[in-house]
């Protein structure tokens, strides 16, 4: 157990849509990043904040958003879903924002688009 | 950050030393070497890092070649609780951007 708990654990929902997905970090962790894992496209990094400011972008779409709040709790917010966004979603986080810092990464939500 | 190449599969007897090898060998002073490991889509899973030095820590031995261009990461007994995925990741210690570049790692089969 790395102490970063994500809910839902699983999600299915209908082209369209849009879901919100709630990450926990560690206690004491400022850091908080999101991941999506796709059959076709492996583990890839998408943003990440530092204590409710974002800090770094990766692939991201337009469509997907996050915020971390004053509790350091973080949401991804997927909109207007399609198929391709089905996935395994990844919350990490670490004490600052060193690249230095080990991440320690929740379960994971896993986002079936139908 | 430097690139990682690592072989996509690998076997061990269960009970057998696991070596695991990564080139990094465009690696520079300043870059650390991470090794994660994801078990069946589960979360990746922090195993051990370094620099320059061998590092060794509950789970796994980091040997570190003395030019640093690669890397091999030793389970010293491994069970099959170690079948996984193993990425080996280099990164720069820095402020800011703190993602980790996942490449498509080794996949270890641990074999009863």
């Known amino acids: 157990d790395s102490g970063v708990t994500q809910t839902p654990k699983h999600l299915i929902t209908a082209t369209g849509q849009r879901v919100t997905l709630r990450c926990s970090p560690r206690s004491g962790d400022l850091s908080v990043y999101w991941y999506q894992q796709s059959l076709d496209q492996g583990l890839q990094f998408l943003i990440q904040y530092y204590n409710g400011e974002e800090r770094a972008k990766g692939n991201i779409l337009e469509r997907f958003s996050a915020q971390q709040f004053p509790d350091l709790h973080s949401e991804l917010n997927l909109s207007s879903l399609e198929l391709g966004d089905s996935a395994l979603y990844f919350c990490?986080?670490?004490?600052?924002?060193?690249?230095?810092?080990?991440?320690?990464f929740g379960p994971g939500t896993r986002l079936t688009v139908l | 950050d430097a690139k990682t190449t690592q072989p996509p599969s690998m076997d061990c007897a269960e009970g057998r030393a696991a070596n695991l090898p990564c080139n990094h060998s465009?690696?520079?002073?300043?870059?650390?070497v991470y090794w994660y490991r994801q078990i069946h889509s589960q979360g990746p899973q922090y195993i051990i890092h370094?620099?320059?030095n061998n590092e060794t820590n509950e789970m796994a031995s980091l040997i570190i070649t003395e030019d640093r261009k690669s890397s091999t990461l030793i389970l010293p007994h491994a069970t099959l609780r170690d079948t996984a995925v193993y990425y080996c990741i280099v990164r720069v210690a820095q402020t800011g951007a703190n993602n980790l570049f996942f490449g498509t790692g080794t996949r270890l089969t641990v074999i009863p």
């Open positions: 990490a986080s670490s004490v600052t924002g060193l690249s230095t810092d080990t991440q320690y």
């Open positions: 465009t690696i520079s002073g300043n870059e650390y």
């Open positions: 370094g620099l320059k």
